[in-house]
């Protein structure tokens, strides 16, 4: 079966550094897919993996280990708004994306 | 530009009545999607067109069906709600529906079936 596992919640400081994980095992790999989720709101895109190894993009990274089947999402200078649910998705052999439930991220002042 | 529209915003359902959800995008994007989401479970694909003319089955297709008769329109029907099909209902979009091509998100129908 397909499977992608991520922490059910976490919580964090404003200012700090988070790193939220994702393991996942699938028939097939095409790559990897970070989103964000506001409560009550679309989900929107934050990266994508396909090859091992970072990707910076500001306060966030992504980082991914094909070998592992992981992969982990860091956030720096954590601030309010940054609260809210990150999914993370891999594109299957058959090209269609499998989610996982999504981390829900509350930051505290 | 609006990218992905959905109607209705919200509904409540009797149970045995039918229902069609809208979507369409103005990115003339080929592939469109549909998913529900529920609490505690990841977003699953209900069905998929990967271009006008042609749909597809995703995860949990039964009780639903789609059609795609032009790039915009992609609307799911559901042809007797049951209230286990009460859910977020988002539809999305993207460029080809290639592996690395961001999934662009409509802003949901929350629907509840009594």
């Known amino acids: 079966g397909q499977n992608i596992d991520q922490p059910t919640e976490m919580t964090a400081t404003e200012g700090a550094i988070v790193q939220i994980n994702c393991t996942y095992q699938?028939?097939?790999?095409?790559?990897l897919f970070w989103y964000q989720q506001h409560a009550g709101e679309a989900p929107t895109f934050l990266s994508y993996n396909v090859l091992d190894g970072l990707e910076e993009k500001g306060r966030f990274s992504s980082f991914l280990s094909r070998s592992k089947g992981y992969s982990y999402l860091l956030l720096k200078e954590l601030q309010m708004k940054d609260s809210a649910s990150y999914l993370c998705?891999?594109?299957?052999?058959?090209?269609?994306?499998?989610w996982g439930a999504g981390t829900k991220l509350i930051i505290k002042p | 530009t609006a990218g992905i529209t959905q109607a209705p915003t919200s509904q409540i359902l009797a149970a045995g009545r039918s229902m069609t959800l809208r979507c369409t995008q103005d990115?003339?994007?080929?592939?469109m999607y549909w998913y529900r989401q529920d609490l505690g479970l990841g977003l699953r694909l209900i069905h998929y067109s990967n271009t006008a003319g042609t749909t597809g089955k995703g995860e949990v297709p039964d009780g639903y069906s789609v059609s795609r008769a032009n790039t915009d329109d992609f609307p799911l029907t559901l042809a007797s709600a049951v209230p286990s099909q009460t859910s977020v209902y988002f539809c999305a979009s993207s460029s080809s529906g290639g592996a690395r091509d961001e999934q662009f998100f409509g802003p949901g129908t929350r629907l509840t079936v009594l």
């Open positions: 699938t028939s097939g790999f095409n790559g």
């Open positions: 990115m003339r994007h080929n592939a």
């Open positions: 998705a891999v594109t299957d052999s058959n090209y269609q994306l499998i």
